[in-house]
Nanobody, 124 residues
Framework: VQLQASGGGSVTAGDSLRLSCAAS????????MGWFRQAPGEGREFVAA???????LYSDSVKGRFTVSWDTAKNTASLQMNSLKPEDTAVYFC???????????????????WGQGTQVTVSS
C-alpha cells in the first residue's frame, strides 16, 4: 500500500490550495482517510478525515475553511483549503485506515498507512 500526497505550495494569506492523496495497493479498501499536519517544532495535528460512508470530521481550527472529500472509486482523497492563514503553514500528511469508527479518526494512532508529507507555506 502506498499513499502519494501532492498539491502543496507557497501562497499568500487568503489564497486557496488543494491537496490530493492517491492510495494504491491491490484490493486496498480503506475505511477512512485522514489529513494531519505538523508545523516546525510542533507535534502532528489532526486536520480532517473522511469515511467511506461519507462522514467527515474537522478540527476546530479549519472548520468552515477546509473541505475533505474522497473519490472512493479512484481511492483518492482531497483537501480543499480556502482562506489560508499563516498559521496553516505546516507539512501536511495523508493517512488511511482499514478499521475504526468516525470518532477515532482524530487520533493519528488510528491510521496504519501514511503518505509522505507535502509542504504548505502561507505568508502574510
Amino acid at each position: 500500500v502506498q499513499l502519494q500526497a501532492s498539491g502543496g505550495g507557497s501562497v499568500t494569506a487568503g489564497d486557496s490550495l488543494r491537496l490530493s492523496c492517491a492510495a494504491s495497493g491491490v484490493g486496498f479498501r480503506p475505511r477512512a482517510m485522514g489529513w494531519f499536519r505538523q508545523a516546525p517544532g510542533e507535534g502532528r495535528e489532526f486536520v480532517a478525515a473522511r469515511t467511506r460512508s461519507g462522514g467527515s470530521l474537522y478540527s476546530d481550527s479549519v472548520k468552515g475553511r477546509f473541505t475533505v472529500s474522497w473519490d472512493t472509486a479512484k481511492n483518492t482523497a482531497s483537501l480543499q483549503m480556502n482562506s489560508l492563514k499563516p498559521e496553516d503553514t505546516a507539512v501536511y500528511f495523508c493517512a488511511a485506515t482499514i478499521r475504526g469508527i468516525l470518532s477515532a479518526y482524530r487520533n493519528d494512532a488510528a491510521y496504519e498507512y501514511w503518505g509522505q508529507g507535502t509542504q504548505v507555506t502561507v505568508s502574510s
